[in-house]
């Protein structure tokens, strides 16, 4: 089958990879309808993480089920599904309390790569979720969407409490920022302040549900934000991007006693004690639990609710990965979509 | 009056200050019943925080009300009030949603210093909180713990959400982490870990609550929280020290999802961004809002459903302040009362 290897940063290949089959009797291969390319992918892209070895790429995914092993019993042939990019069996403690993205049993998709025509899936039953039906192809983006990009986004709103009544910032303008405005308009936040200086993006923040736009950044966007909040900060700060200055930018717009959510893929990030400690704000994040959200995300779609879809502005076939890394890496796109 | 005077790391004194007046119409002047040494206040005296000009200390109280200001409605003199170490309106946005120590007129009372016979109490009507009467002596104790450590522990559980089948570990076996202890066994907590090698400390903590002690520290600390909790660490977990290695102890003894609570005032903290991600903590603490909790505090001291004031294992009259200094930096005394 064909499938997306990085052999080196900016060196994006696709090319014949080995078939999956099923290896334990708990897993699935799936028939990708669609796949895409992370922001996260970037960071191996620009050599801010090592390649060591060539990588299959890729851990989003939707499709339809083709083969499942021996212990598999509530996900069949057929279905269309969609995952998360850590395998969980859904049934340890750590599972139950809605973090399946740190379940006992957990297993990385990005080692598989789910940039390709077909994917093995570990723990099926625990980490697919499937739909009613096969949905209209229209929907297919928004699926793929919830398989990490909404479901991150919605969990940094909900790590950030947001809610009725609350002003909620938004440090990020990539899928996972946006989605996060998404996600933010959906718990009924009052006031959802987008910040970001590119046009395309404020365009679709404004659409998913912002009501501000914030375009300065670093401690310029930190007094942006007190300023629309009488000088308290915002009582929801959600933080999408995983660097130094995000994370001051995040930590510095919230009040005291207000909550961050952050889901920016940290990147040699160290938080001051002294400054976290007098800060008064509650910090909460990490590798999203999608799992927990895709039941509701998965209907919120079915019944055309939210179309987070919408963040890939680029289309491709999958043989032109290549290509879609370069539009990602250089802004042009916010999030590729590519066609096996 | 007489008031305690710290010169430079371990110099400190007991001499006379001038006698406090009303400043603002906003201010009571308390005449001290109880003072106390607190940990924090042996930073400066172990050379830890500078000392750039003789400082009076002390910022725990509970005493008679002299004098009040013009503005001063809800106090009068003759009552018996506890007050918290930041002084607060208790009408800003910010203490309405409970973070008092965050008060945007906020005064710090330890710059007035109360371990001395009166203190001046900034904010009066929304700092202080009465009792119905004047207590019975032995409770005097018990209420000047409410004005910080034990309310520090309290919000300590509050923050790491202790409660009902939860499993609390409590890193720390000071006046603030044995009163984490009772907060956590008063706050329904099914299992409450004390850390502690200190045997008079360990029996205070057991006297208090804790069900199991751990004396390891440290990622041996972490692996006996671990080895208690199925491998996965506990629910919730408080910090009362503020050092990178109990930082680091209390996110480490944390399960995936679970929440620290941090109280220990940190010094050389810095947080490893990576490790936090996807440790999937909660962290959230800082200043105290003991404010938020004083009612209920002080309502369950007056009815004897608590007795904190047992972390006091040393009283000394005021003009012996040094020696108190003394035992607990030697860690003889947990805590030492100071009675002007």
């Known amino acids: 089958m064909r499938g997306v290897v990085m052999y080196a940063p900016g060196d994006v290949r696709v090319e014949d990879r080995p078939e999956p089959a099923i290896l334990k009797p708990t897993d699935a291969i799936i028939r990708l309808s669609a796949t895409c390319i992370c922001g996260s992918d970037l960071w191996p892209y620009r050599g801010a993480d090592k390649v060591d070895e060539p990588m299959p790429m890729g851990h989003e995914y939707a ?135 590119h046009e395309s993006r404020q365009k679709l923040a404004l659409e998913f549900g912002a009501t501000d736009i914030v375009t300065e950044r670093g401690d310029a966007g930190v007094e942006q934000i007190k300023s629309l909040t009488s000088g308290l900060g915002a009582h929801s700060v959600i933080e999408a991007v995983g660097t130094q200055e995000s994370m001051m930018q995040a930590i510095r717009s919230t009040r005291a006693g207000g909550h961050v959510g952050y889901v920016g893929v940290t990147h040699d990030v160290a938080l001051n004690g002294d400054e976290l400690f007098f800060s008064h704000v509650h910090l909460h994040g990490g590798p999203a639990p999608v799992r927990r959200f895709l039941p509701d995300l998965m209907d919120r779609i079915w019944n055309r609710k939210i179309r987070p879809g919408r963040v890939f502005d680029l289309e491709l076939p999958l043989d032109e990965a290549a290509a879609g890394y370069q539009a990602m890496d250089t802004r042009k796109a916010i999030k590729v979509l590519l066609r096996p």
Chains 1, 2 share one sequence.
């Open 63 to 197: 499709g339809i089920v083709e083969e499942v092993g021996s212990e598999v019993t509530g996900i069949k042939p057929g279905q269309f599904v969609v995952g998360s990019f850590f395998a969980s069996d859904n049934t340890c403690e750590i599972c139950r309390a809605g973090y399946q993205s740190s379940c006992i049993h957990r297993e990385l998709v990005g080692a598989i790569g789910t940039q390709a025509e077909w994917a093995r899936i570990p723990l099926a039953d625990g980490t697919l979720v499937a739909t009613p039906d096969v949905p209209d192809a229209d929907l297919v983006p928004d699926f793929l969407a919830a398989s990490d990009v909404l479901g991150t986004g919605w969990f940094a709103a909900v790590a950030a409490e947001v809610g009725p009544g609350k002003t909620v910032a938004v440090v990020g303008d990539g899928a996972v920022g946006l989605l996060g405005v998404m996600a933010a308009q959906q718990l009924g936040a009052e006031r959802i302040i987008a910040m970001s200086r």
